[in-house]
């Protein structure tokens, strides 16, 4: 009897944690492919779970901060989602390498030509953005999250420092500090580059090894010849003289 009861407690417990930490991996969330350093570019990732069993997911719609526009916007091409960006006029223009910019990217939706994000699976909406402000620690963007029976999942309630995450929370970008050297670039940026020399290095390397085995090879097969022909030159002169005897 004593033993039903803690199987019991304890299946209930499970039950609760799984109910609470549900919706902790089921929102939509952004991350950035590397870091996201303030002043700079990045490559961020929207991540879509399907939540629904008997629906996929054939919309998401993101809409960009009008508080911190962001110039440049560049979807990934996606195997079967069509993608449209929208820009829209600025309040105060941006000035951008030199150049006044006017207008900014106020929306991106992408529509599944096909199955979308089937229940179950999840997927990766990838952008290249920039240039990141420098004057603010994160950047929320509200989110609308289509299904096939024509659900809308509004995933536009922006989390509040010291309060309980709300019920849709919009995904949020944290912004890192940018490097004491002024460099903004990403770590993903620094590792393909990092990855890039070390590849010319090994290939530089085995380069100048054949280079001197091959060096090597010539220089022994010369010796030989050589010592060949100076073995030869010994025999004939060798037979003469025993011929003379």
């Known amino acids: 009897m004593k033993a039903s009861r803690i199987v ?71 195997p079967g989602w069509k993608i449209e960006v929208t820009k829209s006029k600025l309040d105060k223009p941006l000035e951008m390498h030199g150049e006044k910019i006017t207008e900014a990217v106020s929306k991106v939706t992408w529509t599944a030509d096909g199955k979308g994000i089937e229940p179950g699976y999840f997927e990766k909406f990838p952008l290249s953005v920039g240039q990141l402000p420098e004057d603010t620690d994160q950047l929320a963007f509200k989110a609308l999250q289509t299904y096939s029976n024509k659900e809308v999942v509004r995933w536009i309630e922006v989390p509040q420092k010291g309060q309980e995450e709300p019920d849709n929370p919009a995904p949020v970008l944290e912004l890192s500090a940018a490097s004491e050297d002024g460099h903004h670039g990403s770590s993903a940026d620094e590792d393909s580059e990092a990855k890039s020399a070390e590849k010319t290095s090994a290939e530089t390397a085995a380069s100048d090894s054949s280079a001197g085995t091959d060096t090597t090879a010539r220089v022994l097969g010369i010796v030989g010849i050589v010592v060949g022909a100076a073995g030869v030159a010994y025999g004939v002169l060798a037979g003469r003289r025993r011929s003379d005897a």
């Open 8 to 78: 019991a407690a304890g299946a209930a417990a499970g039950i609760t944690v799984l109910a609470l930490s549900a919706p902790a991996f089921a929102h939509v969330t952004v991350q950035p492919e590397g870091t996201a350093a303030k002043g700079g570019y990045a490559v961020i990732d929207f991540k879509v779970p399907n939540e629904r069993d008997d629906a996929s997911t054939t919309k998401l719609e993101v809409n960009f901060p009008t508080d911190h526009p962001l110039a440049s916007v560049m979807p990934e091409p996606m």
